[in-house]
C-alpha cells in the first residue's frame, strides 16, 4: 500500500503542466461560451431598445438629471405638509378639510362630508354664473321716456337690467365693504341731462319686470329681510336703500326711482309728479343704455366683500338665461345641473346664491373639484388676507399675509374658508375648511384654527427650483 501511494505521487509530480492546461483549457472553454450567449443577449436588447426608442422616458428615473426636480418637489411639499399636522390637530368636530399642491393631496378630512357653508356658497354662484352667462357679459339698465307734443320729457323711466352694483355714491361711502367696479347712477344722471332733458313733467318711473316679483328667499329668517339681504329685484340701486331714510324700503324699484329724482333734482332738472313704480308702457323712447363692468368685475365685487344681494340676482340671471325665467328656483335648478355636468354635485343641496340659508350644503370635495376647475380665474376675484374685503383684519401676520386668496363663510354656528395660495410660475395651492359647531363663528374659536391653516399653506413656494438644485 505505501509503495502504490508513493507511485502515484511520483506520476502526478512528473507531470504538472499537463494538469495545468488541462484545467486552464476547460476553464476557457466555459468563459467562450459564455461570452458568446450573453454578446448574443446584448445584441437582441439592443435591437428591443431600438425598437421602442420613441415611448422611452426622456429622463431615466435615476438620471442626475431627475435629481433636482425631486428635491424641489420633496423640499417645498414638506415645508407646507410638517405643520398640517397642527391644523387637523385643532379641527372640531363637524369639519372637512381638504389642502392639495403640486398633484398631491396634502390633507383630507371628511372630504364629502355635507356641511353649512355660509357664504362659501358664493363660490359655486360664480364660478356657474361665469360659465352660464360669460366673464364679459355686461348688465343694461335702459332710460326711455315719452314726450308731450311740445317734445319735453312727460315721463321717464329707469328699466332694470338686474345690475346688482348699480350704486349712488353717498351710499359706498357707508358700507362697511365699499362697493367697487360698480355703475355709479351719478354717470346715469349726466348722461340724462347730457340728452337734454332739463325737466320732467310727470314721473320718474321704476321698471323691474326682468325678474319674478319675490323678494325674499323662502328659506331666510324674517331677521335677515332687508338687513342681510332683499328685497330684490331686477331694479335695485344701493341694495334698495334711500338715502336719508334709516329703514329699507320694501320696493326696490321705488327706491330707485326716488334716487334718481333726488339726483336730477340736485343737477337742476325737476320732477313734477314724483317717483313711481310701474311698468314700461307702448311708445317709449330709449334715451340711452347704461352697462356695467364685465361680469368678472362684478363677480370680484361680489366675492371680495362677499355682497349677499349681488349673489341672489345673479343667481335670477341663471335662472333667466338657463330657463327663461329669472327665479330662484330656475337658478338653484341650473346651478345644480352645471354642478352634474362638472361631477361636482354630490352631496350639494343649494337654496339661494348667498349662503345666507342654513339649509344649504356643500362637501370640501365639490369646494376642490371647483376650485380646481376655476383656478386660471378665481384667484384674481378674491379677498385677499390681511388687505382687501372680508379678509382685511384676518390672517395678518401670518406667512400667508398678503398671499392668500379667499372666501370666507359665517353663519350661527358656522365659518368656512376656502381659497388658493398663488406660487409664482406654478400652480396654486388650493383648500377648503369648513366648520360646524356651536361658537364657531367666534373669534377665540375659529381664528386659532385659520392662523394655524394660513401658517402652514402659507409656507408654499416656487423655490428652491429644479435650476437652483442642479449641479
Known amino acids: 500500500m505505501r509503495v502504490g501511494q508513493q507511485t502515484e505521487r511520483r506520476r502526478r509530480a512528473g507531470n504538472p503542466l499537463r494538469f495545468v492546461l488541462t484545467v486552464g483549457g476547460a476553464g476557457a472553454l466555459v ?15 439592443q435591437s428591443l431598445a431600438a425598437a421602442g426608442e420613441p415611448n422611452a422616458p426622456r429622463r431615466p428615473v435615476l438620471s442626475a438629471r431627475r435629481t433636482p426636480d425631486t428635491l424641489s418637489f420633496l423640499t417645498r411639499t ?10 387637523t390637530a385643532i379641527l372640531p368636530k363637524g369639519a372637512c378639510l ?7 393631496q396634502m390633507v383630507s378630512v371628511a372630504t364629502d362630508a355635507p356641511l353649512v357653508p355660509g357664504s362659501v356658497m358664493k363660490l359655486v354662484t360664480a364660478s356657474v354664473a361665469l360659465e352660464v352667462l360669460g366673464p364679459d357679459h355686461r348688465f343694461e339698465t335702459a332710460v326711455r321716456v315719452t314726450r308731450n307734443p311740445d317734445g319735453s320729457v312727460a315721463d321717464l323711466f329707469l328699466v332694470g337690467g338686474g345690475d346688482p352694483v348699480l350704486t349712488r355714491d353717498e351710499y359706498v361711502a357707508t358700507e362697511k365693504y365699499p362697493s367697487f367696479n360698480n355703475t355709479r347712477l351719478e354717470e346715469v344722471v349726466d348722461r340724462i341731462v347730457a340728452a337734454g332733458v332739463t325737466s320732467i313733467s310727470g314721473r320718474v318711473v321704476g321698471v323691474d319686470t326682468l325678474f319674478d316679483a319675490e323678494r325674499y328667499v323662502p328659506d331666510w329668517p324674517a331677521s335677515f329681510h332687508g338687513v342681510e339681504a332683499g328685497p330684490l ?12 331714510q334709516p329703514v329699507k ?5 321705488l327706491s330707485a326711482a326716488q334716487e334718481l329724482s333726488a339726483l336730477l333734482a340736485v343737477r337742476g332738472v325737476p320732477v313734477a309728479a314724483g317717483a313711481a313704480h310701474d311698468v314700461l308702457p307702448e311708445g317709449t323712447q330709449e334715451l340711452f343704455v347704461q352697462q356695467s363692468a364685465p361680469l368678472s368685475a362684478v363677480v370680484q365685487e361680489m366675492l371680495v366683500n362677499s355682497d349677499n344681494n349681488t349673489a341672489e340676482l345673479l343667481l335670477k340671471h341663471i335662472g333667466l338665461a338657463r330657463k327663461g325665467l329669472g327665479s330662484t328656483a330656475n337658478g338653484v ?3 345644480m345641473e352645471v354642478l352634474n355636468e362638472w361631477d361636482a354635485a354630490q352631496g350639494v343641496v343649494m337654496v339661494d346664491g348667498s349662503g345666507l ?13 371647483i376650485l380646481d376647475r376655476e383656478a386660471k380665474v378665481l384667484p384674481a376675484l378674491l379677498a385677499v388676507a ?8 384676518l390672517l395678518t401676520n401670518t406667512s400667508a399675509e398678503g398671499r392668500l386668496v379667499g372666501k370666507t363663510g359665517t353663519l350661527s354656528g358656522v365659518k368656512g374658508l376656502a381659497g388658493y395660495v398663488p406660487v409664482e410660475g406654478e400652480v396654486p395651492l388650493e383648500f377648503s375648511l369648513l366648520m360646524n359647531k356651536t361658537g364657531i363663528d367666534n373669534r377665540s374659536a375659529y381664528r386659532p384654527v385659520w392662523n394655524r391653516l394660513a401658517e402652514s399653506v402659507g409656507r408654499a413656494s416656487a423655490s428652491p427650483r429644479p435650476g437652483d438644485l442642479a449641479p
Open 31 to 45: 468563459l467562450a461560451c459564455a461570452w458568446m450567449y450573453l454578446d448574443g443577449l446584448g445584441s437582441r436588447a
Open 78 to 87: 414638506r415645508a407646507v405638509s410638517s405643520s398640517i399636522g397642527e391644523v
Open 98 to 104: 381638504n389642502i392639495h399642491w403640486l398633484g398631491q
Open 233 to 244: 329685484g331686477a331694479l335695485m340701486v344701493s341694495d334698495g336703500v334711500v338715502t336719508g
Open 249 to 253: 324700503p320694501d320696493d326696490p324699484a
Open 333 to 335: 335648478s341650473s346651478a
Open 357 to 369: 340659508s342654513a339649509s344649504n350644503r356643500l362637501t370640501c370635495g365639490a369646494v376642490m373639484k
Open 386 to 393: 390681511g388687505e382687501t374685503g372680508t379678509l382685511r383684519d
